[in-house]
């Protein structure tokens, strides 16, 4: 596929070269829920379009996700871990606010040393992280980077809210991103609205998700287009010669309404929601692993990546391919 | 849009927005019925019907008006209002 990202300094780039997702292994169906509360599958493959979603054991954390994720991703690039010089995570549902979950990782990979750092823009996470990841490489201050989103929101789940308890699953995605001479991401657009911020809030230490549904659905599907199309302008792109679209895994409706609307070809739009539930960071990773797993995109391909949620924020860059 | 629209063409035009979004058949869409309990438009299809009926009559319909809108013949009037 002929297709080139624009460089920011000649002859340094940076490409996503590996994969890796890890799922907790208990599902939790919609007729599960629907004996536990007042919910139906048909009410929630309406209105979320999630049939399944994966629900970590008690005492697997963050971490656990996140390290599993990463092990497969490292296999995958054929690195030792000792050439990882850099690990980020994506979480907003971290167990313990420090140690953070990158020092985490790494330790319990035995990578040596690693600039190691925490980010938490909730479901935009993802692609905040492969930004600061890129730009660190850009800039000659890492070569080798583990970048994941992990989450374990079922911790943060309030499982007698109808509304809220039947999007949200478990899960962890990771890339590796490494140092090469030509560029395999795009400029990143993100940014955020903090006026909107409680449309999806954790109120206290002890509290819980809450979402204002209608606000959040209302915000996603009007203002979040123009910006992932951005992101393909930004990188020389139109949306028409897409391979994949992979947007935070919010709503199955959100998702289409935004596919919708960008004037895709023949790209692969991501629905893992439907088997995984809403991820936060998690999805993105997740949702371009089990694609490029399947061979759904070839190598090279360009793929539009787009987080946006909780904050509120968003981020999106085109990657090509690993 | 240039001229206003008529009460007439409002409901003509939220008819055709209900249709597409929701898949209401457009002789139900009259003013005596409720978008929810009457033609069953969920919260998430509501949001999108007013987003294109924003588009549509050129009028801005925040959220908070939203909630009052309960009947078709409550959105013909809002917007009729709006336009002038």
Redesign the interface.
């Known amino acids: 596929m002929s297709f080139s990202l624009p460089t920011i300094l000649p002859g340094r780039g940076a490409r996503v070269v590996a994969l890796g997702h890890y799922q907790p292994s208990r599902i939790v169906t919609n007729a599960e829920l629907s004996s536990r509360i007042d919910t139906t599958d048909e009410w929630i493959r309406s209105r979320v379009g999630v049939r399944t979603r994966h629900i970590a054991a008690p005492e697997e954390s963050v971490t656990d996700m996140a390290t599993a994720a990463a092990v497969k991703a490292l296999e995958a690039s054929g690195l030792a871990a000792s050439a990882i010089d850099l690990v980020t995570v994506a979480t907003c549902t971290p167990v313990i606010p420090l140690p953070n979950v990158a020092t985490q990782v790494a330790a319990a990979l035995h990578i040596n040393a690693p600039a190691a750092y925490d980010i938490n823009t909730a479901c935009s996470g993802f692609s905040y992280a492969l930004a600061t990841a890129h730009h660190a490489i850009l800039a000659g201050s890492a070569r080798h980077a583990l970048v994941i989103g992990a989450e374990k929101l079922s911790d943060w789940t309030d499982w007698n809210d109808r509304t809220t308890c039947v999007i949200f699953g478990d899960g962890a995605g990771a890339a590796v991103v490494s140092a090469s001479d030509t560029e395999g991401i795009g400029p990143v657009v993100w940014g955020s609205d903090g006026v909107q911020g409680s449309t999806l809030r954790v109120e206290s230490r002890d509290g819980k998700i809450q979402q204002d549904g209608q606000k959040v659905f209302r915000w996603a599907t009007s203002s979040l287009a123009p910006i992932a199309m951005s992101a393909c302008k930004q990188a020389g792109i139109e949306p028409a010669e897409l391979a994949a679209f992979i947007p935070h895994q919010a709503n199955v409706r959100i998702v289409d309404l935004i596919a919708g609307k960008l004037g895709l070809g023949a790209a692969v739009v991501a629905r893992d929601i439907i088997e995984s539930g809403n991820t936060s960071s998690a999805s993105i990773p997740m949702a371009l692993s089990k694609l490029t797993e399947q061979r759904q995109i070839p190598s090279g391909a360009p793929v539009l990546l787009f987080g946006f949620g909780g904050g509120l924020t968003y981020a999106g860059q085109v990657i090509a391919s690993p | 849009m240039s001229q206003p629209a008529t009460d007439a063409e409002i409901r003509q035009g939220l008819a055709e927005i209900l249709e597409e979004i929701a898949d209401v058949d457009p002789a139900n869409a009259t003013d005596d019925k409720s978008f929810t309990d009457d033609l069953e438009v969920?919260?998430?299809s509501?949001?999108?019907v007013?987003?294109a009926a924003q588009d549509r009559f050129g009028v801005e319909i925040p959220?908070e008006d939203?909630q009052q809108l309960k009947t078709v013949g409550d959105a013909v009037s809002y917007i009729s209002k709006r336009q002038k």
């Open positions: 969920d919260s998430l509501m949001v999108e007013v987003m959220d939203v």
